[in-house]
C-alpha cells in the first residue's frame, strides 16, 4: 500500500468521523483503486491515535471519547492468570515443560539470587534472555500491582486523558505496561511507545502481542539516554513513566529533567523506586534536583507545602497495600527449590514521585505562618506546643509490638526527618492513624522534642494534641 492511499484513507475518516460511524466496507469505495476493507480497517487501526478514533465491536470506528479517564479500580488481589500463563509459555520454551526443575530450575534460581544480591550491593545487572525471565517470574507480579494502584490514584485525580499518549521509559518486561492496558476502558485510546535496550523487551513485546484494538504500541530498543524524547518530529506526552529505573541510570537527575520537556503543557512524570532504603531515598534526592532545577513541581507525594522552601531530610518514604497472592510460576520456582520462600515475592511496597509541569499539587494549600510553623523551624521550637500542617509519608514505623506508633510526616520545607509519635490515642487525634499514605494532616497544639538517638525530631501527638485530615 503506497502513501497515498493511507493519506485518501485518512482524509475520509477525517471528514466523516463526525458524520457517521465509519465503515471500512464503505468506506473503501471513496479511496482511489478501491483497496479491501481489510486494508482501510488496518489502516484505521494503525491511525486511531492521530484520527481520534475508536473501534466497535462490529467493527465500525467512532470518535474517541473526550476529557478525563475514569476507571474501575477496587485493588489487586493476584497477577492476572492470563499474563501468567504468557510467561510460563516462554519459561517453557526456554527450559522445556518441567522449567523449574532440574537444571533449568537451578539455573533459573541461581539467576535470581545474582539478581537480588547485585541489586543490594548497587551493582550492575546483565539483562539477557535468563535475566529477563528471572524478572518476568520474581517481579513482574508485584511491578505489575505497584504500577496499578499509583495509575488508578492518577486516574482518580483527572490527570490523564481518555485519548493517552505514554511513554514507559525502562519498561523492563511489562509491570506498568500491562497494568495500564487493564485500567483502561474499552473506548478509551493508548498510544504506547517502551523504551527498553535489554533482553527484557523480548518479554514485553510477547506480553502486548494481544493489547486489543484501541492500543498502538511500539517498543525502541534503545537506552534512556540515548532517546531522544523531544525533537521536531516527537509527540508530547501525557504520562512518561520511570519504573523501578533510576537506579540503573548513571545521571538519573539529568536524565529526568529532559524527559520532563517532552511532556505535555498537563502532562504528568511518575517515577517509581522500590521500598529499600537506598533506592527509595535516591528517588527523592533526584525527585529534588530536577524540582528545585527548573519548570517540573512535586505533585505529590512529597508536596511542597512552603513557598520558596525545599526539603534536605532523608525522607525514606513508601507506601504499602496488601500483599497479593502467591503466583503460580513463583509457587513452583520455590517447591522445586526446597520451600523455603525464598523465590516468592508478594510485597507490594513502593516509592514513588509525582512530577508536573503546570504547577498542580495534590494538596493545593500554602499554610499561614500565623498559624502554622514550618518544619524548616524546627529548632526554634523545640519543647514547645506548635500547630503546623505536614503530609503522612509512611505507614506505622514502629519495630516492636506495643511500641507506640510511628510515622513520617514532610511539609516540604524539613531539614531533618520528622516522625510523629502517638503516645496517647483519642478520638481527637485518631485520623493520624486512619489517614492514608500521602494525606495532608492539621496538627494543633503538637509537642516537637529532638531525638537524640535517631538525630530526627519527634512530634509527640498525645491527649491534648488534636489532628484532622485537611482539606
Do not use: C
Request: hydrophobic share 40%; glycine share 8%; proline share 5%.
Amino acid at each position: 500500500m503506497n502513501q497515498d492511499t493511507r493519506q485518501q484513507i485518512r482524509d475520509n475518516a477525517q471528514y466523516l468521523r463526525n458524520v457517521r460511524p465509519l465503515d471500512p466496507e464503505e468506506l473503501h469505495e471513496y479511496v482511489e483503486g478501491q483497496p479491501h476493507p481489510a486494508v482501510v480497517r488496518r489502516v484505521l487501526r494503525e491511525e486511531a491515535f492521530d484520527l481520534g478514533i475508536v473501534e466497535q465491536d462490529d467493527g465500525t470506528f467512532v470518535p474517541a471519547p473526550e476529557g478525563r479517564l475514569s476507571v474501575t479500580f477496587d485493588g489487586v488481589d493476584r497477577f492476572p492468570d492470563r499474563y501468567e500463563q504468557e510467561v510460563m509459555d516462554l519459561l517453557t520454551e526456554w527450559g522445556g515443560l518441567e522449567w523449574y526443575d532440574g537444571e533449568s530450575g537451578d539455573e533459573l534460581r541461581e539467576r535470581i539470587r545474582d539478581i537480588k544480591e547485585r541489586y543490594l550491593q548497587g551493582q550492575a545487572v546483565e539483562y539477557d534472555e535468563l535475566t529477563a525471565l528471572g524478572y518476568a517470574v520474581y517481579h513482574l507480579p508485584d511491578y505489575y500491582a505497584v504500577a496499578k494502584y499509583v495509575l488508578a490514584d492518577l486516574a482518580a485525580d483527572g490527570l490523564l486523558p481518555t485519548q493517552l499518549r505514554v511513554l514507559d521509559v525502562g519498561a523492563g518486561v511489562g509491570g506498568p505496561a500491562l497494568a495500564l492496558r487493564d485500567l483502561l476502558p474499552d473506548d478509551a485510546l493508548l498510544d504506547y511507545h517502551a523504551v527498553e535496550p535489554s533482553a527484557a523487551a523480548d518479554v514485553l513485546e510477547h506480553l502486548l502481542q494481544d493489547s486489543g484494538q484501541n492500543v498502538r504500541w511500539e517498543i525502541h530498543r534503545t537506552l534512556a539516554e540515548e532517546f531522544e524524547p523531544t525533537g521536531a518530529d516527537a509527540a508530547e506526552y501525557d504520562l512518561i513513566v520511570f519504573g523501578n529505573v533510576l537506579s540503573e541510570l548513571d545521571d538519573a537527575a539529568a536524565t529526568l529533567y529532559r524527559y520532563v520537556e517532552a511532556l505535555a503543557d498537563d502532562g504528568t512524570l511518575l517515577a517509581l523506586a522500590p521500598a529499600d532504603r537506598n533506592t527509595a531515598i535516591q528517588l527523592r534526592t533526584v525527585e529534588r534536583e530536577v524540582a528545585d532545577g527548573g519548570p517540573a513541581t512535586v505533585y505529590g507525594p512529597t508536596v511542597r507545602l512552603w513557598p520558596h522552601q525545599s526539603p534536605d531530610s532523608e525522607s525514606w518514604s513508601f507506601d504499602r497495600k496488601p500483599d497479593i497472592e502467591v503466583p503460580t510460576m513463583q509457587r513452583r520456582l520455590d517447591d522445586a527449590g526446597g520451600g523455603t520462600g525464598e523465590f516468592v515475592n508478594t510485597d507490594v511496597q513502593f516509592a514513588y514521585s509525582v512530577l508536573r509541569t503546570d504547577g498542580r499539587r495534590t494538596h493545593d494549600v500554602t499554610p499561614d505562618r500565623g498559624i502554622h510553623a514550618p518544619m524548616a523551624d524546627a529548632e526554634n521550637y523545640v519543647t514547645d506546643r506548635v500547630n503546623f500542617l505536614g503530609v503522612k509519608l509512611s505507614h506505622d514505623l514502629a519495630e516492636r509490638e506495643g511500641a507506640n506508633p510511628l510515622y513520617l510526616l514532610g511539609d516540604g520545607s524539613q531539614q531533618v526527618d520528622h516522625f510523629a509519635v502517638l503516645t496517647e490515642a483519642s478520638i481527637l487525634n485518631e485520623d493520624l492513624r486512619k489517614a492514608d499514605y500521602g494525606d495532608l494532616l492539621s496538627f494543633e497544639n503538637a509537642l516537637v522534642l529532638w531525638n537524640d538517638d535517631e538525630e530526627a525530631y519527634n512530634v509527640v501527638v498525645d491527649g491534648e494534641t488534636v489532628v484532622d485530615r485537611a482539606r
